[in-house]
């Protein structure tokens, strides 16, 4: 199993980037996708999740209306389209599944990628 994140990077207050998430090793499909994110000294958070058919997507209230997340599981891909970054949106960046759900708890997902830096500078 693995789940390799990529795209992260240093980018300017305002600006945009887009977090990609490739899955491998399981039924991609029956499982819901999440991105949290976790800065230094803080706890991991829930960003967005979608669920394995792609017609549900939640947000946490922080990225609400900024990130939009989506999956095509035929390329078995997920990605973290994020607009209007704010300096509070520095963090690591983690995707996760989660079998049959797409929940905000991270205790639920099963697979965790290794993280991608995403730094917004102000």
């Known amino acids: 199993v693995q789940l390799q994140a990529f795209g992260g990077g240093l980018v300017q207050a305002g600006g945009s980037l887009t977090l990609s998430c490739e899955a491998s090793g399981f039924a991609f499909g029956d499982y819901g996708m999440g991105w949290f994110r976790q800065d230094s000294g803080k706890e991991r958070e829930f960003v967005a999740t979608?669920?394995?058919?792609?017609?549900?997507?939640y947000y946490a209230d922080s990225v609400n209306g900024r990130f939009t997340i989506f999956r095509d599981n035929a390329k078995r891909m997920v990605w973290l389209l994020m607009q209007n970054l704010e300096p509070e949106d520095t963090a690591v960046y983690y995707c996760?599944?989660?079998?049959?759900?797409?929940?905000?708890?991270?205790?639920?997902?099963?697979?965790w990628g290794q993280g991608t830096l995403v730094t917004v500078s102000s």
């Open positions: 979608v669920t394995w058919s792609g017609s549900s997507k």
């Open positions: 996760a599944a989660e079998k049959g759900l797409a929940t905000k708890y991270a205790h639920n997902y099963v697979y």
